[in-house]
């Protein structure tokens, strides 16, 4: 089973994804944290466990350490420079999307429709590595 490292402060936005992959019949082990020190500190654990995610999902505006500063250590930190990441955040900031260009990741803007968010998260799965 493919894991998830996701990464939002907003608890209502995990229950949505959660409820569209048990709907399209996706079975992935979805670990939630809340900020990204608690993300950079589940990588650490997962490759000393060898269990590393297939893939890493950002949300930007998060508490302790956001998601621009925690995707900066993701990309320069050695061990995980190979976890496919994808920033999936409400910003719809020029700043940001520069900033995710410049980190060669994609960045997906939340969608308020719940069908457009469904295909959104499908389109998230598509990054997840074998």
């Given at each position: 089973m493919?894991?998830?490292?996701?990464?939002?402060?907003?608890?209502?936005?995990?229950?949505?994804?959660?409820?569209?992959?048990?709907?399209?019949?996706?079975?992935?082990?979805?670990v939630e944290v809340a900020n990204g020190k608690e993300a950079i500190d589940y990588l650490h654990a997962s490759v000393k466990?060898?269990?590393?995610?297939?893939?890493?999902?950002?949300?930007?505006?998060?508490?302790?350490?956001?998601?621009?500063q925690t995707l900066a250590l993701i990309k320069n930190g050695k061990h995980f420079t190979n976890i496919p990441v994808v920033v999936f955040t409400t910003s719809n900031s020029e700043l940001d999307k520069l900033f995710c260009k410049k980190m060669n990741v994609e960045m997906i803007t939340k969608p308020p429709q719940y069908a457009s968010l469904q295909n959104a998260v499908m389109h998230l799965l598509s990054f997840c590595r074998e």
């Open positions: 493919r894991t998830l490292l996701w990464a939002d402060d907003d608890a209502d936005d995990l229950l949505l994804m959660k409820d569209i992959l048990l709907k399209n019949g996706k079975e992935y082990k979805i466990n060898n269990d590393i995610p297939s893939l890493v999902i950002l949300d930007i505006n998060m508490p302790v350490m956001d998601g621009k």
